[in-house]
């Protein structure tokens, strides 16, 4: 996150009414807190990541961070042109195709004009490979797999930066600033095993256990060939910064 947070260096934050999309364990919230925010929304789906990001704030914090369960698809509760500054630091890559325009949609009906979209995201992982990059590949391969038999959806998205820009820009969003902050993401075994349990998670969803158990062998042997302190690297991360017409 911090090499990520240096991308938000020259943005200005002082005063701003912000919106953090997708806000996990609301690390930019407290940020844009620090940084001087007037007021953060901090919006997810899930009530668990939204309980852990309270949890996290000191009682400052939680006196400019308003804290909201809400689908980014759909944010009628908020009127037009109501922020300064977005930012969606790792959600897209959990967002399927077909929300990814809905949602980039809400967040540019909510920005103010001349507000600042901050976006930073995954490029696909054959951006960058090495020997070992495969494991990656199939480990994510197989989760995705799995959640389509499961859900009919993708657990996880890698849009390059390009198609996101060229979304963005239909939509009214200009003077694009591209920069790549990984040119080698670097994937820890520790991050990988989360991507195993929620896997694991899905496997026992199967009404036929044989077959969420096959596959959840298989997940385990890919896991099981990476070293306990290899850092595997697969694909690159960017930075996008555009500002609202
Ligand atoms: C991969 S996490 C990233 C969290 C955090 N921004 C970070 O960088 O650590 C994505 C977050 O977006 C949320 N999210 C995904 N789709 C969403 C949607 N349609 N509406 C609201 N939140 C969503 C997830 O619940 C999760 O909290």
């Not at 000191?58 to 759909?74: G, T």
């Not at 993708?154 to 239909?170: G, M, N, Q, T």
Request: proline share 3%.
């Amino acid at each position: 996150m911090s090499k990520t947070l240096e991308f938000m260096r020259d943005v200005d934050v002082e005063g701003m009414a912000c919106l953090d999309a997708g806000t996990g364990a609301g690390r930019m919230a407290r940020y844009l807190v620090r940084k001087g925010a007037r007021l953060v929304y901090s919006i997810s789906n899930s009530q668990e990541h939204l309980h852990y990001a309270r949890s996290q704030c000191s009682e400052r914090e939680l006196q400019k961070i308003v804290f909201i369960n809400a689908d980014l698809a759909s944010l009628d509760f908020l009127p037009a042109e109501t922020f300064d500054l977005i930012t969606a630091h790792m959600l897209i890559n959990v967002v399927p195709p077909v929300k990814l325009f809905s949602i980039l949609k809400e967040l540019t009906r909510v920005a103010k004009r001349g507000a600042v979209l901050v976006l930073i995201d995954y490029n696909p992982l054959s951006s960058y490979q090495t020997s070992r990059s495969h494991l990656v590949e199939d480990l994510f391969r197989l989760e995705n797999a799995i959640r389509y038999l499961i859900e009919g959806e993708p657990a996880l998205v890698w849009y390059p930066s390009d198609y996101v820009v060229d979304v963005l820009e239909r939509l009214g969003w200009v003077g694009e600033d591209v920069r790549l902050i990984y040119s080698k993401t670097p994937w820890e075994k520790e991050l990988l095993k989360e991507h195993l349990d929620e896997i694991e998670e899905m496997c026992r969803r199967f009404r036929q256990r044989d077959i969420g158990e096959r596959l959840l062998q298989r997940a385990v042997g890919i896991v099981n060939q990476i070293g306990d302190d290899e850092i595997i690297y697969a694909g690159t991360v960017y930075g996008i910064r555009m500002q609202k017409k």
